[in-house]
Antibody
């Protein structure tokens, strides 16, 4: 059974860089079938996609966060990481890592992209 | 980027049927996926693609799509189905961007 686990500081000071790591177990992050993503959820609010990475290192970021986000992958450790710079209180959230999968419907020619495995999430608070 | 709009809240009587909708331009190109989230827990995938359920998801959950609208239907809602539900799809720009819906709180009466 695939498992994902987020780790990193739970408290970050304003203007500093938030750093989190997601460790994948029970499967290889180097599989060509999947992307790996970060999603966050501010307290009491909805889900926001931060970005995704392929094992080769190709990255895709939410345009609203792109200038501050870096996602990287370490296949030797079966991990991928998130860095979010210049944080403010608005970045306080539960941060989730997840596996992104895809399915193609031959009959309709349409694709589906979905996050099928999620970590438990980690709360990061931005405060001095 | 695309947006996915959901009704903020719906209620359903125990054992009855409820439909949750998700609207957005990207849904003309991609199927939506649906997630259930209970308080203090990570989201759980309940529907993906045309109408596919991951292993362990009860068959009272089903999905459908028409035009720019995707729907999640719970047929015979149970007390344990009370949760927040989010839709998700690729952005219609084709740039591998993802978008989540605004979320719907389902209350089982």
């Amino acid at each position: 059974q695939l498992q994902l686990q987020e780790s990193g500081p739970g408290l970050v000071k304003p203007s500093e860089t938030l750093s989190l790591t997601c460790t994948v177990s029970g499967g290889s992050i180097s599989s060509s079938s999947y992307y790996w993503g970060w999603i966050r959820q501010p307290p009491g609010k909805g889900l926001e996609w931060i970005g995704s990475i392929y094992y080769s290192g190709s990255t895709y970021y939410n345009p609203s966060l792109k200038s501050r986000v870096t996602i990287s992958v370490d296949t030797s450790k079966n991990q991928f990481s998130l860095k979010l710079s210049s944080v403010t209180a608005a970045d306080t959230a539960v941060y989730y890592c997840a596996r992104s999968n895809a399915a193609y419907d031959i009959l309709t020619g349409r694709s589906a992209y979905y996050f099928d495995y999620w970590g438990q999430g980690t709360l990061v608070t931005v405060s001095s | 980027s695309s947006e996915l709009t959901q009704d903020p809240a719906v209620s359903v009587a125990l054992g009855q049927t409820v439909r949750i909708t998700c609207q957005g331009d990207s849904l003309r190109s991609y199927y939506a996926s649906w997630y259930q989230q209970k308080p203090g827990q990570a989201p759980v995938l309940v529907i993906y693609g045309k109408n596919n359920r991951p292993s362990g998801i009860p068959d009272r959950f089903s999905g459908s799509s028409s035009g720019n609208t995707a729907s999640l239907t719970i047929t015979g809602a149970q007390a344990e189905d009370e949760a927040d539900y989010y839709c998700n799809s690729r952005d219609s720009s084709g740039n591998h961007l993802e978008v989540f819906g605004t979320g719907t709180k389902v209350t089982v009466l």
